[in-house]
């Protein structure tokens, strides 16, 4: 019976319908899953599971469900974030995305110093001085950097010109797009960084 009453005591401590969903729809999104969350669905969707109404205890429970699945994700996706930081590296997009850690985007003078921590030599003085740094040369050299540091795993880095407003600042540095990588990688990326 106790183990009753202390049910019923969490039961009561319910969070509000709209902390629930947020906190249902980040879950799911963590996990890869994309469920509208919609009040109404005027009619099913062929092919698709539609979920019912939830009560916030519920579409809390089922967060806590969909994290427990996600667990070893988020924890690796979080020590890189700490590991990132500790270097002051600035990639602010490191996040679980589909089940796998996206790595966001970097300015080439991040990739490049990530690409040196991951053992890449020095590149000669006349592509450090060069302004900007050649974002390509980069984006190859942190590719091969990774692989080398990660046991072979791929990298996928794509180089995206600057969107400028209408020639405010022709001179915008472009930014390297990294992929996403699993769990298994982000643990061999988190174990070469801390050498």
Known sequence: MRHHRSLAHALDQRPSSRHAAAELGAALREAGIRVPLA??????????????PLSPGEASQLARIVRTGTKRTLRAARALRDIVDAYRLDLPGIQVRNGRIALGSASPATAELLA?????TAPGPDTLTAAPLDAARVGERLRLAFAAA???????????????EAEAAPSAEPVLTLGSIDVATARRLVAALRF
């Open 116 to 120: 040196r921590l991951l053992g890449a």
């Open 150 to 164: 990660t046991g072979g795993d791929a990298l996928d880095v794509h180089v995206e010109e600057a969107e400028t």
């Open 39 to 52: 009040r109404h669905c005027a009619e099913p969707q062929p092919g698709r599971v539609e979920l019912g």
